[in-house]
């Protein structure tokens, strides 16, 4: 998942005072339409966009361009019937229009003019976009919370926040009397429903908000021992016996277990029929298996059955097990392409499933992903049965449908098994392309923000040998898995630029629970010849804008970080960041 100038990206702000921003109604209810009016002291060329800075308004996108009409910007949404409470601002290029430097526009939802439960809770999660680190955050969080109490007494999540807060305040036996208090309010949110799967989410979260991890896997065993016969218990119990390592064992229990499954109670006994699906494909019990997928897909009405149909197809194609059944699994899931989830899709007892906005390019997008997808599996089930004329026309349809890397990555698996040279080099064109055009979308510009980095023997970096060079600024730990397996990747690219005097490769241990003498020490020193160095600023990843690693930036000769790339992604690494430093030198 995902920059050497001097100074961070400093947005010019706008006040209500020179800019006036509407919103009607006054006091907007569920179901109605919120109109927001941006009036200009001076005319704007645009484009204006509305930005949600917090949200649960699931079902609208993040950002909203707004249309011009005369010398004001105006655009309108339909309030859901979840909707609750909304923080915006308006953006023109690298202006930002806000009614203050701490505060962003608000839509409240009303009901006869009165706050909906929730609206306050809410209003204090929003001012941690809104305030950044202010040290009067909390004190501010923590009055929202008071008037959500005030409104709404009982409610659970507010309880728990001001407690936390006033944890954080205290010390000694109040802490700890703070600390019972909460435990009693999670207590007696579990005994009001304690077999309902939507209030152990709620129970869960409670211990997550007081900071209590570890407990989240005992109350799950309270019930799954204390209601056995419930089908959240069941589900429970399931998870907790597939992490065994027994498989024969863990067989047995589930078999013996769905000896009290009747028509009435099915829907409570899928998460066992998935276990042994998954035991009996690995067996190679083909029989067994298909019966447990059938049952499994019976009781799926989710918007996620479509990539069930996928997952069960794939799972009996890598065991070589029923092909025909596969096939026609993996026939379905082709058939469902449209209606593969596309966003996150939310789920609340109080509304069921909600359905995030997705616009007519990312479900295109998203659809041409999945024929892609299921196009190849098709096409490996047709060379598993010796129907390689087939499984070579379905590789080409899979091809032109979508340059995904799964649905190509399934592609040259066929071509090299096949032993298709000429098909592979295609489909490696086909690749860069794909990736030619990736890259190209994920370009931006801004400032990198100021570095402190020190080469191994702790001499600080000199900014004047990174000027008017391509940077390439790689940030990792020793500890992080994912980071070494990008390394060899690094050594691929660095060896291909090593003499290239307008690029400069910087591996930099980002500092995060390592020290100088980690670095030095690190192993990898002997094996590669990149050169490596050490970060000693503690904010380096809010500056970067970087929470994962490895996390890799491409600066351009401007000082402007031009790409950002988070997280491994694998091989493809290479060639994305290949593609990206080439780009900025020709340019």
């Not at 096939?327 to 058939?335: I, Q, V």
């Not at 000082?559 to 030198?585: A, C, D, H, M, W």
Request: charged residues 25%.
């Amino acid at each position: 998942m995902k920059r050497i100038s001097a100074v961070l990206i400093i947005l010019f702000t706008c006040t209500a005072a020179q800019a006036q921003v509407n919103i009607s109604p006054q006091y907007p209810e569920r179901g109605q339409t919120v109109t927001v009016t941006y009036s200009p002291s001076k005319p704007q060329p645009g484009p204006v966009t509305l930005v949600f800075t917090y949200s649960n308004f699931y079902d609208l996108p993040w950002k909203m361009n707004m249309e011009q009409q005369g010398n004001q910007w105006v655009t309108s949404f339909k309030l859901a019937n979840f909707a609750t409470f909304a923080t915006f601002y308006l953006q023109m290029g690298d202006s930002i229009v806000k009614p203050a430097a701490d505060k962003h526009y608000e839509v409240a939802v009303y009901n006869n003019k009165v706050p909906v439960e929730n609206g306050s809770l809410y209003k204090g999660y929003s001012l941690g976009a809104q305030m950044g680190k202010s040290p009067q955050l909390g004190a501010r969080q923590a009055a929202q919370y008071e008037e959500e109490l005030r409104r709404f007494p009982d409610n659970y999540e507010a309880k728990l926040r001001l407690l936390q807060y006033k944890m954080s305040k205290a010390s000694g036996s109040e802490k700890e009397r703070l600390r019972a208090e909460a435990h009693k309010v999670i207590a007696d949110r579990f005994n009001s429903a304690p077999t309902v799967a939507g209030n152990m989410n709620k129970v869960t979260m409670g211990y997550l908000i007081i900071g209590e991890n570890s407990r989240l896997d005992s109350i799950r065993k309270v019930v799954a021992e204390r209601y056995p016969e419930s089908e959240l218990g069941r589900d429970l119990w399931a998870g907790f016996v597939a992490k065994g390592k027994d498989t024969a064992r863990q067989i047995a229990l589930f078999e013996k277990a769905l000896k009290k499954e009747t028509p009435q109670t099915a829907g409570g006994f899928t998460a066992i029929h998935d276990k042994l699906f998954e035991y009996y494909a690995a067996q190679k019990n083909g029989p067994k298996a298909v019966y447990h997928a059938r049952r499994v897909i019976e009781q799926d009405e989710s918007p996620y059955k479509p990539t069930a149909l996928k997952g069960i197809a794939e799972t009996l194609l890598n065991n070589g097990i029923m092909l025909d059944t596969a096939r026609a699994y993996a026939t379905e899931a082709l058939a469902m392409a449209d209606k593969f989830p596309a966003g996150v899709i939310r789920f609340f007892p109080e509304t069921g499933y909600i359905f995030p906005h997705v616009d007519d390019s990312t479900r295109k997008a998203v659809t041409a992903k999945a024929k892609g997808n299921m196009l190849a599996i098709l096409g490996l089930i047709d060379m598993q049965q010796g129907r390689l004329q087939a499984a070579d026309a379905r590789m080409t349809e899979a091809m032109q449908t979508s340059s995904d890397k799964e649905t190509l990555d399934n592609v040259a698996l066929f071509f090299n098994k096949s032993g298709n040279a000429a098909r592979l080099k295609e489909l490696q064109a086909l690749r860069e392309k794909a990736m030619q055009a990736r890259v190209a979308a994920m370009r931006s510009s801004r400032p990198a923000p100021v570095m402190q980095f020190t080469d191994l023997k702790g001499k600080p970096v000199n900014p004047a040998t990174l000027k008017n060079k391509v940077v390439v600024i790689d940030f990792w730990a020793t500890w992080c898995i994912p980071c070494m397996e990008e390394m060899p990747y690094l050594q691929k690219l660095y060896d291909q630029y090593r003499n290239n005097d307008d690029v400069v490769f910087m591996v930099v241990n980002s500092g995060a629970r390592n020290t100088l003498a980690d670095a030095q020490g690190w192993s990898g020193n002997k094996k590669y010849t990149f050169p490596v160095y050490y970060n000693t600023d503690p904010n380096v990843g809010e500056k970067f804008k970087f929470n994962i690693i490895p996390a890799t930036y491409v600066i351009g000769k401007d000082g402007n970080i031009q790409f950002s790339n988070i997280g491994y992604e694998g091989p493809e690494v290479e060639t994305k960041l290949r593609l990206q430093i080439e780009t900025l030198l020709k340019n």
